[in-house]
């Protein structure tokens, strides 16, 4: 068998053509823009990247985007205080705060400043806890944009074995508590876990966020499977991720890296900011339709 290769790049730009338009509506409805801030402490040039392809996005959406810039030697009341004047500010209806923050600030901290409401990384405990407890929240982007490729290829989960491998609070946690609440059976896979392989081949559905290159074996993996690549890692041979590229042999379906779930986030972004600001100013935005 080979498996289907999963477009996330066709899929993210099908989202974010979606949300432009819902973005145009809004726009006609509120008489202002969605907007979205993106703050970025320091010269990390990787954060660098994603903060300008945040903000080129953010505008072809049809949104304002508000680009904050602070020195590697801001300090954490500095940032709080931006951050509390993006709270206040109403044409601002998603914060993004990019991750990683340099040493000397407590990510937790400025992670919990910002309004729920705006949070559109869906990092605050709040929203968190909503997602866990099944009341509606701001969803963290990568694995929401993980659930929406699933649920293109089965538009029902219910009842299927799944595998989690990573516990992270960005994409392990949640993307488990999203399984669960479409009805699948979840595994959470770690560091500590014993057998992981065989945990792996009971799954129908396996979503690996490691960060480790080529990971997942082909021999781990029940055939016909559908496979979710989260991974990112920098090789000297390129861009690769968590599954060894061998597994297309043995699954039914795959997200290929690149091209798979990482155009996702940011188009699952664009969405969150939409949604933030349909609920903030009381316009409807059809959330089943993006
Ligand atoms: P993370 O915070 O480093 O978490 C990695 C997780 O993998 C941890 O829960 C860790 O377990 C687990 N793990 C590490 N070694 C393991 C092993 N040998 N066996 C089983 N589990 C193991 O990483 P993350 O932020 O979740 O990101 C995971 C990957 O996704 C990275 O490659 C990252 O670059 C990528 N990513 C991609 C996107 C995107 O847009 N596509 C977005 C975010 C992240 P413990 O908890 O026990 O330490």
Not at 48 to 74: C, I, Q
Not at 208 to 231: E, L, M
Not at 278 to 283: E, I, T
Request: aromatic share 2%; charged share 20%; glycine share 10%.
């Amino acid at each position: 068998m080979t498996a289907t290769i999963i477009d996330g790049k066709a899929f993210a730009a099908g989202l974010r053509a979606r949300v432009g338009d819902a973005a145009a509506a809004f726009t006609r409805a509120a008489g202002r823009r969605p907007g979205l801030a993106v703050v970025l402490v320091g010269e990390d040039a990787a954060s660098a990247v994603y903060v300008r392809s945040k903000g080129k996005a953010t505008v072809a959406a049809g949104m304002e985007s508000f680009e904050h810039r602070l020195p590697a030697d801001t300090d954490e009341a500095a940032l709080l205080a931006l951050v509390e004047r993006l709270n206040a500010d109403d044409a601002v209806d998603g914060i993004l705060v990019q991750l990683p923050l340099p040493p000397h600030i407590d990510e937790r901290a400025v992670i919990a400043r910002i309004d729920p409401a705006k949070d559109v990384d869906g990092f605050h405990p709040v929203n968190a806890g909503r997602l866990a407890t099944g009341l509606d929240a701001l969803v963290p982007c990568t694995p929401l944009g993980c659930l929406m490729l699933l649920k293109d290829l089965h538009p029902s989960l219910s009842g299927m074995e799944a595998i989690v491998i990573g516990r992270s609070n960005i994409v392990g946690k949640p993307m488990g508590q999203l399984l669960l609440g479409e009805s699948c059976t979840v595994t959470t896979a770690h560091s500590r876990t014993r057998d992981i392989a065989a945990h792996v081949r009971r799954a129908d559905i396996v979503v690996a966020a490691v960060g480790i290159p080529a990971f997942v074996k082909p021999d781990w993996v029940k055939p016909g499977a559908t496979v979710i690549d989260v991974g990112i890692n920098r090789t000297e041979t390129g861009l690769v991720g968590d599954v060894d590229p061998a597994v297309a042999a043995v699954a039914g379906a795959m997200t290929p890296v690149p091209g798979g779930v990482g155009p996702m986030t940011i188009a699952v972004l664009l969405r969150n900011t939409l949604v933030a600001a349909g609920r903030r100013a009381g316009v409807t935005v059809d959330e089943g339709a993006l």
